[in-house]
């Protein structure tokens, strides 16, 4: 199964056979890409938070339907997104089973072409979730006005004070030793409080303490057991601010 990486309504196939750490790489710069946006476009901004600012959820099944040639699916519980698997997302768009790691944009593009509305969650795997909400993370901490309203609930993470210069946030993946699949999310130096756990992941040399903050178990995906996030392959990026424009080069 080929992976694609879906911008707007934009397909890359990627073929290369890198390690883990090209990987979340390279979803590290798809969450930079949607902060970008977040800041930049009211329309993606506006439903990006209304999605992300949803409660906690079950996952949902798509199964293809033999007699009419379509699929049958249970994605439509209340919430902004909700948890399946890329050959799931995929057989909504009536699409081949790929494994696709989409930006909001994409993500948005992909719902509308599965017919589904404001109303309907957004259905994505852990490698789209993970991007997502931490670019929203991002905007609401980095971004937003100092003075807008309170908001809370943010995939089960919120702040005392809304706009925090302080937070950070990273993109993590692990790939359990000897498994065939590997589970993105997210990891901020807050403590996100329930329904997340409180799980713990120290630097290296004493240096920052990261918790774990997993969109994909929030919105549906069966949460691992608390140790899982330290066995095997274990690799971050962080999602620094300054990072987002590149260098500040003179003309």
Known sequence: MSTHIRL??????????????????????????????????????AEGVRRALSPAIGRCYVKHDVLSGGVRHNCNGHSGFQYASDEEQQALEACPARDVWSDLGGLFAGHAKAGRGPDDPVVADCDDLAPAALSVAGYLAWFIDRDAPELAGLGGLSYDRLHDDHARFAVAITHPKGANIAHAYGLTNRVPPAPQ???????????????????AAHWGMNRPPDDFYRKGELVGFEIRREDLHGLDLAL
């Open 8 to 45: 707007g309504a934009h397909r890359i196939e990627i073929r290369s056979k890198g390690s883990l750490k090209d990987a979340c790489d390279l979803l590290g710069g798809l969450t930079r890409g949607n902060l970008r946006t977040l800041v930049s476009d009211s329309s993606i901004r």
């Open 197 to 215: 756990p409180r799980i713990a992941l120290a630097s290296a040399g004493g240096g920052e303490t990261w918790y774990v903050w997993d969109p």
